[in-house]
C-alpha cells in the first residue's frame, strides 16, 4: 500500500493488534470465571497498558496498578469511618486528586481518583462483591496485557535505529567534505553547506539518539531471538564518537565561517600564500576524515586513519613550511584533530565471531 492509504506503520499495526488480543482475552476470562456480563473494566485495563515495548508495559502496569492500590487505600477509610457522606466523599477528593498528579504515577495517575470514587460508592452502599469483582477485572486486564506485551511478537526497533545512525554517518561525511569545499574555493561553508547546516546535524544527532535508545529499550526483556541476534549491532560508544564528531564540525565551521584568508579571495601577499599552503593539505585531510566517519560502525576503524593522524601531525607541526603560525590555523587543526582522536578512541565491540574468507580464496558456496 502506498503511503496514503496506509498512514500507519506497521510497528502501530502490532501495538494495535495485542492491544486487541488483550481486551479481547481479558473479557472472555471474566466472562468466564467471574460470572461477569459486561467486564469493561478489565478490557480498559488490558488496552491502556499496552505499550509499544516490554519494559513500558511493564512501566505501564506497575503505574496503573499503584494507582488503582492507592484509590482503594485513600476510599475504604473514608467510606468506612467518616460520617455523613459527602464528606468522605470531599476528603476522597481532595487526597487523590494530589496524589494522581505525582509524576511517578505518569498519565496513569488519573485511574487514582477513578477508583477511589467507584471503591467509595461500593464500600458504602455495601457492595463489597461488586468491589472485588471491579478489582479482579483489573488485575486480568493487567495480566492479559502484560503477557501479550510479552508473548506476541513483542516489537523489535533495530532497524530504524540503524536507518538513523547510517543518516548522521552520511550527513557528517557529506559535511565534512562540503567544508573541504569551501577551504578548496576560499568560501564560507554556509555559502557551500547552505546556512541550516548545523541545525541539519543537530537534527539528525538528536533523532538517531532517540531511535538508538527505542531500540536498546525495545530488546530488553524481549524473547524475540531476533532481539538477541541484533543487540550488537548498536553500540552507544559508537553514538557518542558520532556526538563528538558533530560537535567538533560545527566548531570547524563556524571557524571557517570567520575566518578571512581561506572564505574570503582576493588576499595578496605573505597571507595569501600562507593560506594556499594550509588550504590544499587541510581540504584533503577533510576529505581523508569524511572517509573515516563514514566508517566508524562500531568495528576496526577505517584503515585512512592512522595515515590521516600521520599527516595531520605533519601541518600543524613546527618544522612545516611554511609553518602554521595563525591562530585561526591552529584552531582548526586542533578541532580535526579531535574528530580523528574520537574516531582513534571508538574500540570495537564485536559479541559474534564471523568468519572472514581470504580475498585470494573462493567460496565454497555456488
Known amino acids: 500500500m502506498s503511503a496514503r492509504a496506509m498512514p500507519f506503520g506497521r510497528t502501530d499495526c502490532a501495538d494495535a493488534a495485542r492491544a486487541t488480543v488483550a481486551a479481547g482475552l481479558t473479557w472472555q476470562v471474566c466472562v468466564t470465571l467471574l460470572h461477569t456480563p459486561h467486564p469493561y473494566v478489565g478490557a480498559v485495563a488490558a488496552l491502556l497498558i499496552v505499550e509499544a515495548t516490554v519494559v513500558r508495559t511493564v512501566a505501564a502496569a506497575t503505574r496503573y496498578a499503584a494507582g488503582c492500590l492507592l484509590g482503594v487505600v485513600v476510599a475504604v477509610p473514608a467510606a468506612l469511618y467518616v460520617e455523613p457522606a ?144 541484533r543487540r550488537w549491532h548498536l553500540d552507544r560508544r559508537v553514538m557518542r564518537t558520532l556526538a563528538d564528531v558533530e560537535r567538533q564540525v560545527c566548531a570547524a565551521g563556524r571557524l571557517l565561517d570567520t575566518r578571512p584568508a581561506v572564505s574570503r ?14 588550504a590544499g593539505p587541510y581540504a584533503r585531510l577533510l576529505r581523508t576524515t569524511a572517509l573515516c566517519v563514514y566508517g566508524c560502525r562500531g568495528g576496526r576503524p577505517h584503515p585512512a586513519l592512522p595515515a590521516a593522524r600521520h599527516a595531520l601531525a605533519r601541518l600543524g607541526g613546527p618544522d612545516r613550511d611554511p609553518p602554521v603560525d595563525r591562530d585561526e590555523d591552529r584552531h582548526l587543526v586542533q578541532h580535526l584533530d579531535a574528530v580523528l582522536c574520537c574516531l582513534t578512541t571508538s574500540v570495537p565491540t564485536p559479541t559474534r565471531q564471523h568468519r572472514v574468507l581470504s580475498p585470494l580464496r573462493p567460496s565454497q558456496r555456488r
Request: hydrophobic share 45%; aromatic share 4%; with cysteine.
Open 86 to 229: 459527602m464528606v468522605g466523599l470531599g476528603l476522597v477528593v481532595f487526597a487523590s486528586v494530589p496524589l494522581a498528579r505525582h509524576e511517578l504515577l505518569g498519565h496513569q495517575g488519573l485511574h487514582l481518583p477513578t477508583t477511589a470514587l467507584i471503591t467509595f460508592a461500593l464500600v458504602r452502599g455495601r457492595h463489597p462483591a461488586e468491589l472485588v469483582s471491579h478489582l479482579a477485572e483489573i488485575t486480568l486486564g493487567i495480566a492479559f496485557g502484560l503477557a501479550c506485551s510479552a508473548l506476541l511478537f513483542p516489537a523489535v526497533r533495530v532497524r530504524s535505529a540503524e536507518r538513523s545512525v547510517e543518516r548522521l554517518r552520511t550527513l557528517l561525511a557529506r559535511h565534512l567534505d562540503g567544508l573541504a569545499d569551501a577551504v578548496a574555493r576560499r568560501e564560507r561553508p554556509r555559502n557551500v553547506l547552505g546556512s541550516g547546516w548545523e541545525r541539519e546535524l543537530d537534527a539528525a544527532l538528536a533523532q538517531a539518539r532517540t531511535a538508538v535508545d527505542e531500540a536498546h529499550e525495545s530488546v530488553r526483556w524481549n524473547v524475540r531471538p531476533t532481539a538477541r541476534r
Open 265 to 278: 579571495p582576493g588576499a595578496r601577499g605573505g597571507g595569501a600564500a600562507a593560506a594556499d599552503g594550509f
